[in-house]
C-alpha cells in the first residue's frame, strides 16, 4: 500500500492511499466562526460556518465526535477538510470536517 501526500498553494491537500480514488483535503485561515450548529442523528451535528469570504455548512460525522468542544458556537476555528456531494444543500456540497483546533492554539 502506498500513501502520498501533496500540499497545493491554494492550501489543498491531495491523499492517495493504494489504488483508492485520491481526495483533496482543504485547511482554512485563521478566523472561521462557528455561528449555528444543529443535530440531524445520533452524533452527527450540521454546523454553519462563517469567515470574512462567507458561510458554509458542514457536516461532523460521529467519528469526529472528539472534536464537538472544539466545534462549540462562536468559537473561532481552523479546519481541515475535503467537500463531498450533498443533494440537500443549495450548492449541492457540504464540508465535512476531518480536524479542527481552536484558531488561537495555531
Known sequence: MSVWVQ??????LRLEIGKSRAQCFCTTD?????VGR???APDCVELTLRDA???ATAVMWPSQKSLD???ADGRR???????EPDAHAGAGARLA????????DS
Request: no cysteine.
Open 97 to 104: 470536517i476531518i480536524d479542527a483546533r481552536n484558531s488561537a
Open 30 to 34: 485563521r478566523g472561521v466562526e462557528v
Open 53 to 55: 469570504t462567507g458561510g
Open 7 to 12: 500540499h497545493h498553494s491554494d492550501g489543498r
Open 38 to 40: 444543529r443535530s440531524f
Open 77 to 83: 476555528v481552523d479546519l481541515l477538510f475535503h467537500v
Open 69 to 71: 468542544a472544539t466545534l
